[in-house]
């Protein structure tokens, strides 16, 4: 080759203000062993780089998904809900994931913020669950009404219904409902009566091992951790509450199960239970703060999962679509990366 500078820059004309580049920014991008990502073995001779051509669908929820994300459930009757509902929805229509609605309790009393709602067309036919608070539907219950949840995911042209079980929540909420029954009767009540795939989340303080145990133990579509991480609608609530309330109760949001931890318990209590384990999906959410997190729970997992994120697809998802497509194009690319080159190490 010849050394002629001029034939180096035909050859690669970025080359002197890439190297420029290099040479200016070495000094700020200095790692430390201390920030080494603990997690997993980086082996970087063993895949190319991945492609659109290496992605392949998978089976969860009955539903085909191309990527191991879920929507976490958010937001519905206010301003912003329709704009953020179908953005997201056309998300999970163009890459192939799933998606949990926020509370849907207003449409069981009228129709006025259904538009918010109604995202089916822009889904297509990825999975789309409609959402109950625990204390709604033990109202249904008690007012033998509870044919209402099935009707609302019919209209909706759901897949089926999340329960999610709040009662940290509830407590501190100013508007508050009082959870007279333990929530694992009023979910069995749901599956003895309704014809509808059923998944239980809770709402951010996630759940410990016996509440986990009860709910492999029942024969629900998935369990979604909602673990202490992300968002927390304890902590959302005392800061809607008074200065009084705020004092007494300031460390309930620092309650509850990581992620992590939730990992680790359901991988024993699958163990435990064997035959009589009857859920077999997982989705991991609260505290996944990217495709880092959620390649690493949910390789972990000794069961079919996918992992859940909220705030961060909110967002991307309150102004216009391609915001929002370029986040999950580089959540999705990144996911590829993992694949492709990352192990887990066992913890």
Known sequence: MSSNPSNVSKIDPTSKSRKLDHIEMAFESQITPQNIDPRFYYEPLL?????????????FLDKQFTFPLWVSSMTGGTAYAGIINENLAKACNEFGFGMGLGSCRGLLYDDENFNDFDVRKHIGDQALYANLGIAQVEELINNGQLNKANELVKSLQADGLIIHVNPLQEWLQPEGDVIANPPIDTIKRVLDTLDLKII????????????????????????????NGGTNFAKLE????????????RKIANLGHSADEMVTLSNQIIEELKTDCLCKQVIVSGGVRDFLDGYYYIERLNVPAIYGQASAFLKYAREDYEQLRQYVDAQVSGLRLA???????ES
């Open 47 to 59: 895949s190319g780089h991945p492609n659109k051509a290496n992605d392949s669908t998978f089976r």
């Open 200 to 227: 239980v989340k809770e709402v951010g303080q996630g759940m410990g091992y016996e509440s986990l145990k009860a709910l492999f133990k029942l024969p629900l579509e998935a369990i979604d951790f909602a673990a």
């Open 238 to 249: 005392m800061h809607r509450a008074t200065e009084a309330v705020r004092e007494s109760y």
């Open 339 to 345: 694949k492709a080159f990352l192990k887990i190490k």
